[in-house]
């Protein structure tokens, strides 16, 4: 694109997002070249298939775990790995190695 060959740009993009149809950064950047070659109908599939997977990515919840829990207070991310470990909580209030582990964390935060 840089170099102004903007249809090797687009095909080379095609053909990555063929493999990688998720990436939303390849879709902007093919919608932006398809608007500059003239391909309007190919620039607004593009630039709505890129806003539609930057909505999805933004609606996507953090992934949440125990270990990445333990992970983020080992490297002093109190507040990350409180509030993760109150989502597992959530999600299984019964579980006694949470439980343990919540009673654990508080009385280090006490210290």
Partial sequence: ??????????????EM????PSETRGWKLLARTQ????????????????LKLQNAEKKRPSPISLTLAKLHWQ??????????????????PQ??????????WDLETVK
């Fill in 17 to 20: 997002l063929e493999f990688a």
């Fill in 75 to 92: 490297q002093d991310e109190r507040k990350e790995a409180l509030e993760m470990l109150t989502q597992l909580l959530a999600q299984n």
């Fill in 95 to 104: 579980a006694p190695a949470l439980n343990e582990l919540l009673s654990e």
């Fill in 35 to 50: 608007r500059q070659l003239g391909h309007i109908d190919a620039g607004i599939y593009s630039a709505k298939r890129a």
């Fill in 1 to 14: 694109v840089a170099s102004g060959q903007l249809e090797t740009a687009e095909q080379i993009l095609i």
